[in-house]
């Protein structure tokens, strides 16, 4: 039984194991960092007190005015675009704006520790900066183009993975 299962599994083949695309691989990473800000965020409102701060206009120790929500949105507008951004722009503009945003995120990351005792924001936070950090690696390590490929086929190769 057990020769009998090998050769069908011989039969159907070995699975293709595809590269991943950088832009594609830079766009999920951002997603993924997404989810954990919202994620962190909401399980946030659980903590004691957090809703009833809210409801009288206060989050952490600061008034909830409209600076205050238009500076949250356009601080998780960014790596939003960035989702966006990573597989549309040139590759060059790519590769920088991840390396320069995904390095400044780091410290927005580690800046939402400051006073925190509980052990989910903690542990988003370090998710959060391993990320981050895998978007840097990622854009550094870019890869460059070889003497035979252009950007048709740069672009040739990017595309299926948008589909």
């Known amino acids: 039984m057990t020769t009998k299962t090998r050769a069908n599994r011989n039969e159907r083949g070995h699975l293709e ?40 206009g ?11 929500v238009v500076g949250a949105l356009a601080l998780m507008a960014v790596p939003s675009l960035m989702v966006f951004l990573s597989v549309a722009l040139p590759a060059r503009a790519a590769r920088w704006a991840n390396l320069v945003i995904g390095a400044l ?13 509980w052990a989910h924001f903690w542990v988003g936070a370090m998710l959060e900066v391993a990320l981050l950090v895998l978007i840097v690696r990622s854009a550094w ?23």
Request: proline share 7%; hydrophobic share 50%.
């Open 58 to 68: 206060r989050v952490w120790e600061l008034d909830i005015t409209q600076g205050w």
């Open 105 to 117: 995120y780091i410290p927005v990351s580690l800046f939402n520790l400051i006073d925190e005792t």
């Open 17 to 56: 194991d595809r590269p991943v695309p950088v832009r594609t691989k830079l766009s999920l990473l951002w997603i993924t960092v997404m989810f954990l800000y919202v994620y962190v965020d909401i399980f946030g409102f659980y903590l004691p007190g957090t809703i009833e701060d809210i409801l009288v």
């Open 141 to 163: 390590l870019w890869p460059r183009a070889t003497a035979g490929t252009d950007r048709a086929e740069n672009l040739a190769t990017t595309l299926p993975a948008l589909r």
